[in-house]
C-alpha cells in the first residue's frame, strides 16, 4: 500500500512538474530569491513549487473545492493547467 500511494505522489508530481515549467504565465518572482542560474537551480525551484502545490492539497484533505485556493496561494496566480491537475488527483482521493 505505501508503495501505491509512493508512485501515486511520484506521478503527481511529475505532472505538475511538467505543468509548471510549461506555464508561460507563471511569475517569475515565484522561483525563489534571486535569479535562476541554470536549469537545474530552475528544475528545483519548480521542483519546490510542486511539492508545496501537494502539501498545500493534502493539508486541505484533498477537498476539490480547495483547489484553487491552493493553487493561488501557492502560485500567487491562478494557472489552470495546475489546478487540473489537482482536481483529478483530488478526485481519484475519494
Do not use: C, K, N, Y
Request: proline content about 4%; aromatic content about 2%; cysteine-free.
Amino acid at each position: 500500500m505505501v508503495t501505491r500511494r509512493r508512485r501515486r505522489e511520484d506521478l503527481l508530481l511529475a505532472e505538475l512538474r511538467r505543468v509548471l515549467a510549461g506555464a508561460g504565465h507563471l511569475p517569475l518572482d515565484l522561483l525563489g530569491e534571486g535569479p535562476v542560474r541554470d536549469r537545474d537551480e530552475a528544475a528545483e525551484r519548480v521542483d519546490a513549487l510542486a511539492r508545496e502545490l501537494v502539501e498545500r492539497m493534502h493539508g486541505a484533505g484533498w477537498q476539490e473545492g480547495a483547489v484553487p485556493s491552493a493553487v493561488t496561494s501557492v502560485l500567487a496566480a491562478s494557472v489552470p493547467e495546475a489546478e487540473t491537475v489537482l482536481l483529478r488527483a483530488a478526485r481519484t482521493r475519494r
